[in-house]
């Protein structure tokens, strides 16, 4: 995917997002992570571009973002209607939202360490990336609850608990297992885009 495919597709679904949204706070805490990496994309994009896999994943996680944002994580219709078939005591959608969180990072992550050449070995890099992305969950995690804290009940939407004693907990694992599975099914081609971008430097 091009520069310019990878910007209409984020714009498109960002102007999609933002029009008539269910709640317009939760919409902004929840888009504003998107908005804040497609601007930092846009700085660093001729300075240190990124491997084409890493750029699709960004959008990804962008889109989930949006989708979120615009629904609110505990009344996105498709998990509504997966809560009704599977019996579900809540939307889940948020859940895919946190393995993400883990997933996508994790590879970012594996292309700053390894280009900055923080690490040597392949199993301190795999050991920091999870920690990379165990931090970024975390820190999440706390930043909802100073929302939470701040707004009153004003940040339900944001933190999409839906009376789960777990979810921070839940939240965390999933992030977890997202940054393990990242390193075992991409490693090998990411490897190959970041011979690439050698290469071409």
């Not at 990124?50 to 996680?61: A, E, M, R, S, W």
């Not at 608990?161 to 965390?172: L, N």
Request: hydrophobic residues 55%.
């Amino acid at each position: 995917m091009g520069a310019v495919s990878w910007a209409v597709v984020y714009l498109a679904a960002l102007i999609w997002s933002a029009i008539a949204p269910k709640d317009f706070y939760t919409w902004f805490l929840e888009v504003l992570p998107a908005l804040i990496g497609g601007g930092v994309l846009v700085v660093t994009r001729r300075r240190f571009p990124l491997t084409p896999l890493v750029y699709i994943l960004i959008l990804i996680h962008s889109l989930i973002l949006m989708q979120g944002g615009h629904y609110t994580y505990a009344e996105e219709p498709f998990f509504n209607w997966l809560k009704e078939v599977f019996g579900w005591p809540r939307n889940n959608y948020d859940k895919v939202g946190h393995f993400a969180q883990g997933f996508i990072p994790a590879m970012v992550a594996r292309e700053i360490l390894l280009r900055k050449a923080v690490v040597s070995g392949r199993r301190w890099l795999n050991f920091l990336v999870i920690c990379v992305c165990l931090a970024l969950s975390a820190f999440y995690e706390l930043l909802e609850w100073g929302v939470a804290v701040l707004s009153g009940t004003g940040a339900d939407a944001f933190l999409a608990t839906q009376g789960y004693i777990w979810d921070t907990q839940s939240d965390m694992g999933l992030a977890l297992l997202g940054a393990i599975l990242a390193l075992l099914v991409l490693a090998k081609t990411h490897d190959r885009q970041l011979a690439v971008l050698r290469s071409q430097g």
